[in-house]
């Protein structure tokens, strides 16, 4: 028994002893551990440097080879390139640096006004009388301006907000989007011109909207006169709506730009922005064309050109920059008004008295409740306006100015309250599709669905090859470009009006690895809270945003769903809130609200409910209409960052959500033949980094069997790139050279945001930065520059064919004495006569026409121009005749 207990004893002892040993283990691995920890995260936020590759010294008289180091060699390069831009050389059409060069450089036209004057007896056919379309950005903007400048001074010289509705200009889509395309069809006779069936001669399937078009030869003169042309200038496929079947490049665009021409309505407004504030005017709703305007006719009376002597004139400059500088330095631009700056956005970002102070935003949770109570709530304010000017108007002794200053609609209001309306009167279960796409169909010169084109502005897909002008390479360049613009004038508007967003998905992805967009994504996706989605439907919806002018001639229309108020899950297609597009190529920012809603949330937030309900706090989740869920604590407060140089605000715990939506996006270094290259931090396309390898190297490492890169061990290779090769690579492709000098001095930046918002792994996201004054500092250093990108118009127009090592070899033999700068405006050409006809019975023919039937958007799908209005009863029309009296 004895002999028991002790062998128990025993057996405690050494439990108890081996017990202790591992606990004493575990300590000092623990506290190794925590060692190794404290010190990775001590080189983590000590190791920023500022310095950029273009400051490192080299001796000046030093020839370029005899440079003692990669670091030298690599700073020359870059400098060499800033001195060529600032010396003019890069103008020079042989020059491998020009895309370096980001100013807006051809803004002059030369026209001769008898041209775009009314016909006379010289001038029997102008642009006036012509059936074609001319189009160029630089005659439009121009008028415009000097039209814009001349108004605000004398109905508005202080631009103030109260008096936009004073400022008024004419609209037509023809003078603002490229439509010439529809002149092969509008040069002939109209008998003669293709009709509904050639746009579906090519198609996956039938249309389920057999109604989208009709034939103009069946249309009645009773039916054409209530259209904005004359059926001479008219298009024998008259397009209401988008068919929604799949068709090739050629018909997609016609079927787009047929709509603009002749049934899409106009903007309500025009904002043109600038660096320091905005010039607003209001569009007025029939569509006229410059030419069948005065708008040229006062512009020359007040350039002072004798208009009675205008025969004798053949020549005069216009120049869009001439008139916005004009314009700007006559009467200054608007500022944000601070009643606007709801969360005193601009005030954060404008502020540069001190490095130290933050720029991030802190939203309240009721910026994320916008449900059937607010909605309600609106419509009874909207409605209790009605009532009191329709008392004021039909009771004499009711009438009172005061009251219709006071409850009048603006037209964008009046647009918002038919659109609460109108979604109040439909199921979330019943919405038609609110937006449609330029659905492709694929073949072997197009592998583009068109999934990332709106369908009025589509302009071909971003890699098709229009035609021979066109090479790969510089629809590479042009994506770039078109994406950069989008992404910067969205901010840049939002900016002007305090306007709450941020960057979400595939551009949040992008901004974690360099700061810039992604080369092989043209996805752009904006959120924001669903109370600042409705600000923005309110004030901006059917807005069109003209691009500082000394930029660019960018062109962006924002348009909103009628169903932003509806937030829950959508059922069908209308999973996106609104769109900035683009309105010279059809690419667009998709914009989703994000907030309450009457969803069951998914399984994996059930702990943040249990933790939320035992402390007794609400529950913040909140979702989009895809159900992207997200908590309150994720997205607040908003950092203030960079994206391919433009300042823009990121969620709180971009880490936590990144992780979620993407398993491996932050550790795969490679995606669909692009590799992120740590030296360089850019992802760039395995045909550019392949010849750096030796011979060797490719068979034995690189290429398999079949000659593929073998992925895995490709990216490798690139992670261990050293300095040596970073040099080889700018020294030997003047793509990657010029991609660097542009970008080098940003991706800097972002490797140090990344080390002041992230632990030492890049995992997680750090979430107090109250005293953290390196990172406050950094903030403070983020500001608009200039673009990132040539401007379009420069690079579509005008570059990609001075500079011709980008032209196909067959453009550049047939097109070799050509010289792009030299502006040639010509004259229209005579207009083409239909055919006489045979018989009186042909004549009679002609003039049967089958209606025009107007299809019903929610049982047709049909394409709506902002918030449609629901069919009002008769109560309501009544409600809405003193708002129609009183609208200026």
Not at 54 to 71: A, E, F, M, R, T
Not at 565 to 574: E, I, L, M, S, T
């Amino acid at each position: 028994m004895i002999e028991k207990v002790r062998y128990h004893r025993l057996i405690r002892y050494a439990f108890a002893f081996a017990l202790i040993i591992n606990v004493l283990y575990f300590i000092r691995v623990y506290s190794v551990q925590e060692t190794r920890l404290r010190i990775k995260a001590l080189i983590h936020s000590s190791s920023i440097n500022y310095k950029t590759d273009d400051q490192v010294s080299y001796p000046d008289n030093v020839d370029y080879n005899k440079l003692s180091s990669p670091l030298q060699k690599i700073s020359y390069l870059l400098n060499n390139i800033s001195k060529t831009i600032d010396n003019n050389d890069i103008n020079d059409s042989n020059h491998p640096y020009w895309l370096a060069d980001t100013l807006h450089t051809h803004h002059e036209v030369i026209i001769d006004p008898n041209h775009f004057l009314p016909p006379t007896e010289n001038h029997p056919t102008t642009w006036v009388n012509s059936p074609q379309l001319f189009y160029d950005p630089r005659f439009t903007l121009s008028l415009y301006l000097e039209s814009l400048r001349s108004q605000i001074s004398i109905k508005n010289p202080q631009n103030l907000k109260s008096n936009d509705n004073l400022v008024q200009l004419p609209f037509s889509w023809s003078d603002w989007v490229d439509l010439t395309m529809l002149n092969s069809e509008l040069a002939k006779p109209y008998d003669e011109r293709l009709d509904c069936t050639w746009l579906q001669s090519k198609i996956n399937k039938p249309t389920k909207y057999p109604h989208f078009c009709q034939n103009l030869m069946d249309a009645s003169d009773e039916e054409i006169s209530k259209l904005p042309l004359p059926k001479e200038m008219l298009p024998g496929f008259l397009v209401k709506t988008s068919p929604m079947n799949k068709a090739p490049h050629e018909q997609v665009m016609m079927q787009g730009k047929a709509h603009l021409l002749v049934f899409q309505h106009n903007p309500l407004n025009i904002i043109f922005l600038s660096k320091s504030g905005t010039y607003e005017a209001q569009i007025l709703p029939d569509s006229k064309r410059i030419h069948h305007t005065d708008m040229l006719k006062e512009y020359l009376k007040r350039k002072k050109i004798d208009f009675n002597n205008i025969e004798n004139i053949n020549q005069i400059h216009l120049n869009p920059l001439d008139e916005f500088n004009s314009l700007i330095n006559n009467i200054p631009p608007r500022p944000l008004d601070s009643n606007d700056d709801i969360y005193g956005m601009r005030k954060y970002i404008k502020d540069e008295s001190s490095s130290n102070s933050s720029r991030e935003i802190f939203l309240n949770h009721e910026s994320f409740n916008y449900k059937q109570e607010q909605i309600d709530q609106q419509i009874d304010e909207y409605e209790d306006r009605l009532e009191k000017l329709q008392l004021s108007y039909t009771n004499e002794l009711k009438f009172d100015h005061q009251i219709l200053k006071e409850n009048s609609l603006t037209r964008h209001e009046l647009n918002h309250y038919q659109g609460l309306k109108y979604a109040n009167s439909i199921p979330n279960d019943e919405e038609p599709t609110y937006y449609k796409l330029s659905t492709l169909l694929k073949n072997k010169n197009n592998q583009d669905a068109g999934w990332h084109y709106e369908w009025r502005f589509f302009n071909g897909a971003l890699r098709y090859i229009k035609d021979e002008s066109w090479t790969a390479n510089q629809l590479e360049i042009r994506e770039q470009i078109i994406l950069d613009r989008l992404l910067r004038n969205w901010f840049k508007f939002a900016a002007e009006k305090a306007i709450i967003s941020w960057i979400a998905h595939g551009p949040l992805l992008s901004w974690y690895w360099d700061g810039l967009m992604f080369p092989f994504d043209v996805d752009i996706d904006i959120q924001m809270p669903t109370s600042e989605l409705n600000r923005l439907s309110k004030n901006y919806n059917q807005t069109l945003v003209i691009e500082d002018v000394n930029e660019g001639f960018g062109k962006f229309f924002i348009d909103c769903s009628s169903f932003i108020h509806h937030r829950d899950q959508a059922v069908k297609d209308n999973h996106i809130d609104a769109r900035f597009i683009d309105i010279d190529t059809g690419t667009y920012i998709d914009i989703t609200g994000i907030g309450k809603n009457n969803e069951i949330p998914p399984p994996e937030y059930d702990s943040y409910i249990r933790h939320k309900n035992l402390k007794g706090e609400s529950v913040e989740l909140y979702m989009d209409r895809r159900k992207h869920w997200s908590t309150f604590e994720k997205i607040n407060p908003l950092r203030y960052s960079m994206i391919g140089g433009v300042p823009v605000y990121v969620p709180n715990d971009i880490m936590a959500m990144l992780n979620h939506e993407y398993s491996h996006g932050t550790t795969a270094f490679h995606y669909q033949g692009y590799y992120y290259v740590p030296i360089l931090r850019l992802w760039i396309h395995e045909k550019y980094l392949l010849p750096l390898f030796s011979k060797k190297t490719k068979q034995e490492v690189i290429l398999d069997k079949k000659g593929k890169v073998k992925v895995q061990e490709f990216s490798k290779l690139i992670r261990r790139l050293k300095l040596k090769d970073k040099l080889k690579l700018l020294e030997r492709n003047d793509q990657i050279l010029i991609e660097y000098y542009l970008t080098h001095k940003l991706t800097n930046f972002h490797e140090i945001e990344k080390q002041l918002m992230l632990d030492y792994s890049l995992r997680y996201s750090l979430q107090d930065f109250t005293n953290n004054k390196a990172y406050h500092d950094l903030t403070s250093k983020f500001k608009m520059g200039k673009p990132l990108r040539k401007s379009l118009y420069d690079f579509e127009y005008f570059d990609r064919f001075k500079h011709k090592e980008l032209l196909s070899t067959k453009y550049k033999a047939e097109h070799v004495d050509e010289d792009i700068d030299v502006i040639h405006v010509s004259p229209p050409p005579p207009q083409a006569q239909p055919a006489e006809p045979e018989s009186v019975e042909e004549v009679d023919s002609q003039k049967q026409a089958q209606p025009i039937e107007e299809t019903q958007q929610q049982s047709e799908g049909e394409e709506s121009d902002g918030e449609p209005q629901e069919e009002l009863g008769e109560s309501d029309k009544v409600k809405l005749a003193g708002i129609i009296e009183a609208m200026p």
